[in-house]
């Protein structure tokens, strides 16, 4: 069965950085583009970065020039390098996939929380 397992998430001050990986089973990994969404209380759901499967990238405007997204098809899993930590920043982030026909997948999330 497919699954998405993030970690790499805690707790870190501003201005400070974390590395988010998540491991991804059950699909042929290369052949889909990837995710990452965040989720913070009181708000929705919203699409921090995403990579296609030919590594082309996209940002949302509040994290461009801090964060970057990439992959490792060799490992399976998909990173998110977060710089410059705000505490704005702070949420439960989420992997995702779109696997077309087979539906959405969605990982168990990871905290992260930017705070002095």
């Known amino acids: 069965q497919v699954q998405l397992v993030e970690s790499g998430g805690g707790l870190v001050q501003p201005g400070g950085s974390l590395r988010l990986s998540c491991a991804a089973s059950g699909f042929t990994f290369s052949n889909y583009g990837m995710a990452w969404y965040r989720q913070a209380p009181g708000k929705q759901r919203e699409r921090v970065a995403g990579i296609t499967s030919g590594g082309s990238t996209i940002y949302a405007d509040s994290v461009k020039g801090r964060f970057t997204i990439s992959r490792d098809n060799a490992k399976n899993t998909v990173y998110l390098q977060m710089n410059s930590l705000k505490p704005e920043d702070t949420a439960v982030y989420y992997c995702?996939?779109?696997?077309?026909?087979?539906?959405?997948?969605w990982g168990q999330g990871t905290q992260v929380t930017v705070s002095s």
């Open positions: 995702f996939t779109d696997l077309r026909g087979s539906g959405v997948r």
